[in-house]
Structures are given as C-alpha cells and as structure tokens.
T-cell receptor, first 113, second 113 residues
C-alpha cells in the first residue's frame, strides 16, 4: 500500500497567491483529516470528512481556507489569498472510520513570502 | 477532550528500555489512551492504544494505572530510529461522533548511541 499521498511536498509562494494542497487517502479509508503544524501552535486539526462529507471545519482559521473532497480518493485544501502566517507543514491523514487509527501523509511544507 | 501532561523531553541510551509517562487525571470512563509518535520531518504515526488493560504490540507496550489517571509507554529496547516526539492523546469514543486527534506538545525523546 502506498500510504497517504500528498502533493506537492514543498511549496514556496508569494503573499496573495492561491495555494492548493492535495491529498490522496489510503484506498478503502472513508475518513480524511487535514492538520497544520507550526512551531508556535503545534499540530492542530483544521477539518475532517467522513464519506466525503465535511463533518467539522471549526479548526479552519478563516474564510481564506477551504477544503473539498469531491470523491473518496482525493481531497484539496485551498488557501486564497495566502499570507506569511500560513507558512506551516500541512498534513493529511486518513482512517477507516472516524474513530480508528489515523495514517498520516508526509506533509506539505508551505512557505509564504 | 481531556488533557494530558507529558515531560517536554527525555533522554535514553541506545538498546536500553525507555519509559515515557503521561498524566491524564481528568480522564473519563470512555476515553481511550492513544500514543502517536512523529519522527523528524515525517507525519505522526500510530504506536499503540488502550482502555484499561495493559497492551503490547510489536512497537511498544502500554501500561495503564489502575485508576487510569496515568499511563506509561514502554519501548523495550530503544534504537536511534526511536528518536521522535511522542504524543499521548485521549480519544472519547462515546456517542460515536469522533473527531480528529488533539495533539499536545508531546515528549521529545533523545536516544544517545
């Protein structure tokens, strides 16, 4: 099994630009989670989906952030417009069921200049 | 989620056992104790979890106090590859409405050769 796949692995962009992060969960998993990790705030949950439906987006920082899951094998996290404080590592995780073990991807390291 | 308290860092020698403590004095009866770890530049990975009884798997053992207010993750023979941040997390499985993981600061485990 390839595990959770995230792309790109690294992204450098300028303030104001749109950024799209992508995630392919493990095949057969029906829950998908987006996390963000910074030195200041640690790992924090942004949003999670169950069966492609967003369940809890209370962790999304503000309206500049949006996430979609058009099908069971693909999710995107979009930041528009991006700001320097969005610089972080963004992780995607999936699980078979909301309460089961979560498997994390390698993360996308985002730097907004 | 109930809160956990872990030491900021611990140091151990290679090939020796490591005991990583976690305090969770406000744990509820339906909280499971989960441990994840994060190796450098990687996403978190599941280690072990338990409810009341001690648990063993190929990676580690989990010892849970009788009153469940504390637990200890045991690495029986640490290697350099076990150097990571270890997170103790409580997950409430009551009501079926689970959620993402709430990460604290974790314990930074340093392994000396």
């Amino acid at each position: 099994d390839a595990g959770v796949i995230q792309s790109p692995r690294h992204e450098v962009t300028e303030m104001g630009q749109e950024v799209t992060l992508r995630c392919k969960p493990i095949s057969g998993h029906n829950s998908l989670f987006w996390y963000r990790q910074t030195m200041m705030r640690g790992l924090e949950l942004l949003i999670y989906f169950n069966n492609n439906v967003p369940i809890d987006d209370s962790g999304m920082p503000e309206d500049r952030f949006s996430a979609k899951m058009p099908n069971a094998s693909f999710s995107t996290l979009k930041i528009q417009p991006s700001e320097p404080r969005d610089s972080a590592v963004y992780f995607c995780a999936s699980s078979f069921g909301q309460q089961e073990t979560q498997y994390f991807g390698p993360g996308t390291r985002l730097l907004v200049l | 989620d109930a809160k956990t308290t872990q030491p900021n860092s611990m140091e151990s020698n290679e090939e020796e056992p490591v005991h990583l403590p976690c305090n969770h004095s406000t744990i509820s009866g339906t909280d499971y104790i989960h441990w994840y770890r994060q190796l450098p530049s990687q996403g978190p990975e599941y280690v072990i979890h338990g409810l009341t009884s001690n648990v063993n798997n190929r990676m580690a053992s989990l010892a849970i106090a009788e009153d469940r207010k504390s637990s200890t993750l045991i690495l029986h023979r640490a290697t350099l590859r076990d150097a990571a941040v270890y997170y103790c997390i409580l997950r409430d499985t009551a009501g079926g409405g689970a959620d993402g993981l709430t990460f604290g600061k974790g314990t930074h485990l340093i392994i000396q050769p």
